[in-house]
Each structure stands twice: as structure tokens, then as C-alpha cells.
């Protein structure tokens, strides 16, 4: 089992910044690839960026490209999402996910991942 724990959500103006951590803990040594999700009010939840276990391969959405960036210390079973140039419709619930079995051509889909976080909320204003 994982446990994921995000962390560095927060309301922020359009065109601002904020880095979200994701602490994993448990079978660690076992993760394969960590993606990081959203889900805004009313919506379903999307894929933002996902990540492969030694971090040589990231995964963005196109809405993202150029402004997000993910990143991973497995030293500290971390896993970051850098976040610049932010806009109010980039506002939603940021979520952490892991996996031990995936695949780069699972990496962007929500039902491939077992283990999520409890969520972070990031609030871009106008």
C-alpha cells in the first residue's frame, strides 16, 4: 500500500505561481510512474502531468505545456508540480496519484492509477 499526501495548494492571482508537493510513504520502493490530476466544481477530474519512476519521462497535459513542470525526489518519496503562469481556469482540486504497474501509455488516464491523495485545492484569481 501507499499513502500520498499532497501538500501547497492556495489562492493565488492570474499569472502567479505556486509548487504542490505529493509525500508518498509505504511500498514506495514499488511505484512506477506518479501523475498529478484536477478536478474543478461540476467537472470530471483530468490529468495535469504525470511522471516515470526514475523521472527521465514526464507527461503534460497540452493546456499545461510550457507552464507546468513536474519533477521527483525519491530520496524523499516526493514527487512536485511546479506551477507558473497560472490562470483562473487552472482553479480545481490537485490531486496526487501512484502506481506500481504502469505504463508510459497508462500515464494520462485516471482509472490506471490505484493510490490517490486526499487533494489540494488551487485558486487562481482574476
Known amino acids: 500500500q501507499v499513502q500520498l499526501v499532497e501538500s501547497g495548494g492556495g489562492l493565488v492571482q492570474a499569472g502567479g505561481s505556486l509548487r504542490l508537493s505529493c509525500a508518498a510513504s509505504g511500498r514506495t520502493f514499488s511505484i512506477a510512474a506518479m501523475g498529478w490530476f484536477r478536478q474543478a466544481p461540476g467537472k470530471e477530474r483530468e490529468f495535469v502531468a504525470a511522471i516515470s519512476r526514475t523521472g527521465g519521462s514526464t507527461y503534460y497535459a497540452d493546456s499545461v505545456k510550457g507552464r507546468f513542470t513536474i519533477s521527483r525526489d525519491n530520496a524523499k518519496n516526493t514527487v512536485y508540480l511546479q506551477m507558473s503562469s497560472l490562470k483562473p481556469e487552472d482553479t480545481a482540486v490537485y490531486y496526487c496519484?501512484?502506481?506500481?504497474?504502469?505504463?508510459?501509455?497508462?500515464?494520462?488516464?485516471?482509472?490506471?492509477?490505484?493510490?490517490w491523495g486526499q487533494g489540494t485545492q488551487v485558486t487562481v484569481s482574476s
Open positions: 496519484a501512484a502506481d506500481f504497474i504502469i505504463t508510459p501509455a497508462q500515464a494520462t488516464g485516471v482509472a490506471n492509477y490505484d493510490y
